[in-house]
């Protein structure tokens, strides 16, 4: 079965500390993601990459830095927690057909870190 | 403005209903629509997707696009309670990039 683990289901984190969300995906994928969810806004994108070494910025990536040495791995750094940071953090995965068919898009995520900035 | 808009409910309807979920959407570019499934401490998981205008059935479930109106809908029959989960509605926004609604929070009572 494919999988999407992320490393820690529950975090608690200082205001000011460093913090590393780490993603790995069995599924030979190119593309990974890492979106945050918050109640009443959805799921925001915040970095994605296409391949090994490569990123782009999302929708909200400011306080954020990622990186991606191997193409199972992709890993979410905040610089410098903030407690606007607390969230539900999701990383996913997919398959990169270049094609913008359906099944391409299939995102198959984790089951999320909930991150506490105190 | 949100370019995929969902009211988060949440919504509760005893066991058997017919349930409606409904989004709306801004962009007229967008092509593809899904809906995932989000339950309760896990991630989501795609459930339907949908191309540009028409239904698609699957099962108890039924997605129904109208571009005219920039209306995405999610029909599910016979609820049941292992229907209760939150149901998330998106669309590519392009590069593989997929933009999701806020979910509705979806109960079903037994």
């Known amino acids: 079965d494919v999988k999407v683990t992320q490393s820690s289901r529950y975090l608690v984190k200082r205001t000011g500390e460093k913090v590393f969300l780490e993603c790995v995906q069995d599924?030979?994928?190119?593309?990974m993601f890492w979106y945050r969810q918050d109640p009443g806004l959805g799921l925001r994108l915040i970095y994605f990459?296409?391949?090994?070494?490569?990123?782009e910025k999302g929708d909200i990536p400011e306080g954020y830095s990622v990186s991606r040495e191997k193409k199972e791995r992709f890993s979410l750094i905040l610089e410098s927690a903030s407690t606007n940071q607390t969230s539900m953090y999701l990383c996913?995965?997919?398959?990169?057909?270049?094609?913008?068919?359906?099944?391409?898009?299939?995102?198959?995520f984790g089951s999320g870190t909930q991150l506490s900035v105190l | 403005q949100k370019e995929v808009e969902q009211d988060p409910g949440p919504l509760s309807v005893p066991e058997g209903a017919i349930v409606s979920l409904n989004c709306t959407y801004s962009?007229?570019?967008?092509?593809?629509f899904m809906w995932y499934r989000q339950y309760s401490r896990k991630g989501p998981e795609l459930l339907m997707y949908t191309y540009s205008s028409g239904n698609k059935e699957d099962g108890r479930f039924t997605a129904q696009v109208d571009k005219s109106s920039k209306y995405i809908s999610l029909f599910i029959r016979d609820s049941q309670p292992s229907d209760s989960a939150t149901y998330l509605c998106?669309?590519?926004?392009?590069?593989?990039?997929?933009?999701f609604g806020q979910g509705t929070r979806l109960t079903i009572n037994p």
């Open positions: 998106a669309s590519i926004q392009g590069a593989q990039k997929l933009v």
């Open positions: 962009n007229s570019a967008f092509q593809y």
């Open positions: 996913a995965s997919s398959l990169n057909t270049g094609d913008p068919q359906p099944a391409s898009e299939k995102l198959f």
């Open positions: 599924m030979d994928h190119e593309n």
């Open positions: 990459s296409y391949d090994v070494k490569m990123k």
